[in-house]
């Protein structure tokens, strides 16, 4: 029972913050939709082969572990910079958003 209770807070808490990107203007809906359903369908890949990651992970060694997290990261960082590049224009989000303000929206 507990573990359905922290799986509902979970769902709850990520619907909330995509709502809050949305509201602040930092996100359009459809890149809120578009990431929940890419990491969904992430989600159900690892469970189907979870076994077999969790096997091989297993027989490595603490070295190997570590430099396959750091590997994983290095992986990531080339396409969050090719994004940045394409989307942004090179311009960061701190930097102010290229949407309208949503507080207008919602007044």
């Known amino acids: 029972m507990r573990k359905k209770w922290i799986t509902g807070l979970c769902i709850i ?3 909330l913050i995509g709502l809050a990107r949305v509201y602040q203007a930092v996100h359009y809906p459809f890149d809120i939709i578009g990431g929940m359903v890419i990491g969904i369908l992430l989600l159900i890949l690892y469970f189907r082969c979870e ?3 969790d096997t091989k992970i297993a027989g490595l ?7 396959l997290a750091f590997i994983g990261s290095g992986i990531l960082l080339p396409v ?3 994004h940045s590049l394409l989307w942004d224009h090179g311009k960061s989000h701190l930097h102010g958003s290229p949407l309208p303000s949503s507080r207008a929206v919602f007044q």
């Open 13 to 15: 808490t990520i619907l």
């Open 61 to 67: 060694s603490a070295f190997r572990q570590i430099m």
């Open 51 to 53: 076994k077999t990651i």
């Open 80 to 82: 969050h910079c090719w």
